[in-house]
């Protein structure tokens, strides 16, 4: 998996936090979810313009950090 595919950093969007192309999904806010209580499919359901590959990508973001 190559997470830039999914994931980038922009200064105007979030103020350059990285979030999900084609989203104002940031990284750090999926993670806080999780760490909520959240599960995959409830990211899925509640956000529908992530998709199961863009949340494998933030995991992998995490992993290279």
């Given at each position: 998996?190559?997470?830039?595919d999914f994931i980038y950093s922009d200064e105007?969007?979030?103020?350059?936090?990285?979030?999900?192309?084609?989203?104002?999904?940031s990284v750090e806010f999926l993670f806080?979810?999780?760490?909520?209580?959240w599960t995959e499919q409830d990211l899925l359901d509640n956000y529908p313009r992530l998709t199961k590959d863009?949340?494998?990508?933030?995991?992998?973001?995490?992993?290279?950090?």
């Open positions: 998996m190559n997470w830039q105007a969007v979030l103020l350059g936090k990285p979030v999900i192309k084609e989203t104002r999904l806080e979810r999780l760490a909520n209580g863009a949340l494998q990508a933030v995991f992998a973001y995490a992993h290279t950090k």
